[in-house]
């Protein structure tokens, strides 16, 4: 169910106190706005199914076990030996004298 929805069923519930509602209606407008926050929107989700007793939806599995951000621990290794090459040639670069 899109965020929006949720928002509006948990309004329409009549069950949240005026704190909870002012905050509701603040990102329901962030979210009309394309500004509500990714942690707002795992929170209005979480509430919801905790209020609704509705399931909470499942995380997505991983693409391939053994993967973060799609790369091996060996993957990783590389990434980082690499960052630390181009850094301390930077290191070089800037400690060089300036002809």
Do not use: C, V
């Not at 909870?20 to 962030?30: F, I, Q, S, V, W």
């Not at 995380?59 to 590389?78: F, K, N, Q, T, V």
């Amino acid at each position: 169910m899109p965020i929006d929805a949720l928002i509006k069923e948990l309004l329409q519930s009549g069950s949240m106190n005026e704190d909870t509602t002012a905050d509701l209606n603040r990102m329901l407008a962030e979210f009309d706005s394309g500004a509500l926050h990714p942690d707002d929107a795992d929170y209005i989700t979480a509430l919801h199914a905790r209020l609704t007793g509705a399931p909470p939806p499942e995380a997505a599995p991983p693409s391939e076990p053994g993967l973060l951000d799609g790369l091996s621990i060996e993957g990783w290794r590389e990434r980082a030996l690499r960052a630390e090459a181009e850094l301390a040639q930077l290191k070089d670069d800037a400690s060089a004298p300036a002809t």
